[in-house]
């Protein structure tokens, strides 16, 4: 049964991920952990993070911002090395994770209430990148920080999803590298795996074809009450 609920779980997640290119993990993350265990579920959504990075990344080819993936995934791994460090060592401390929730829940409610959208400095938006760096390194869900950065360079929704997208194809390949190497799998999450790819690619699909139907304004208006629910999601 915890692993039929699991398919249901990846498959919503799955469709806002496939529109908006991120929070199908972080949505995903604390059911997943009750469900499977927190070791089976950051190895099984690392997987499936990636593969939905690549089928999006592949039918949006032409809407990358090759610049800006570059400039994200060079802070990002940064932070990520300090992130799986930090894991290793305090792998049972929740602190982290409720302060990553407060900020999510305060960043999208600023931007949620507020009509004019704020220009962060240069610099506050890289440091932001070493923080969804460091988050991901941790919890496989640094994605709602890194919509922060992408809102504000990323205009067009197309772009935004695009380039996001093969983000974690980048990432999560290095956490699979890690996880390898760390002896996370096991034949139980090796199965479920297999199975998860069937939910994955319909989700994947059906998402593609909603999201040439949301406007700019929903697209972005969605992209925060999808943050709000990441925040909310890891405090509960």
């Given at each position: 049964?915890n692993n ?14 496939a ?7 972080v949505?995903a ?11 089976n579920a950051?190895?099984?959504?690392n997987?499936?993070a ?7 990344a ?11 993936l570059i400039r994200?995934c ?5 932070g ?11 792998a049972?401390?929740?602190?982290l ?5 407060i900020?999510i ?5 600023k931007?949620?209430l ?15 990148l070493?923080?969804a760096g460091?988050?991901h ?6 994605g ?10 990323l205009?067009?929704k ?24 760390q002896?996370?799998?096991n034949?139980?999450?090796i ?14 699909w ?10 700019k304004?929903?697209f972005?208006n969605?992209?925060y009450?999808l ?9 509960v």
């Amino acid at each position: 049964m915890n692993n039929f609920l699991f398919l249901c779980v990846l498959f919503a997640v799955n469709v806002i991920q496939a529109i908006t290119g991120f929070a199908g993990t972080v949505l995903a993350m604390p059911p997943s952990i009750f469900l499977l265990g927190m070791e089976n579920a950051k190895v099984i959504l690392n997987i499936m993070a990636l593969l939905s990075g690549l089928m999006i990344a592949v039918g949006s080819y032409y809407n990358i911002n090759r610049k800006e993936l570059i400039r994200i995934c060079v802070f990002m791994a940064a932070g990520m090395a300090v992130g799986i460090q930090i894991c290793r060592v305090a792998a049972s401390d929740q602190t982290l994770m409720y302060v990553y929730g407060i900020i999510i829940i305060l960043i999208a409610a600023k931007n949620l209430l507020r009509h004019r959208e704020t220009v962060m400095p240069q610099k506050m938006l890289i440091v932001i990148l070493i923080l969804a760096g460091i988050i991901h390194g941790m919890f496989v869900s640094g994605g709602a920080l890194l919509v922060v950065y992408a809102a504000q360079v990323l205009k067009d929704k197309e772009e935004f999803r695009a380039t996001i997208a093969p983000v974690w194809i980048v990432l999560n390949s290095v956490l699979l590298v890690t996880q390898i190497r760390q002896g996370s799998f096991n034949s139980e999450n090796i199965r479920l795996i297999l199975i998860s790819v069937i939910p994955l690619a319909a989700a994947t699909w059906i998402g593609k074809r909603l999201v040439k139907k949301v406007p700019k304004k929903v697209f972005l208006n969605l992209t925060y009450v999808l943050l709000l629910i990441s925040g909310i999601s890891l405090l509960v």
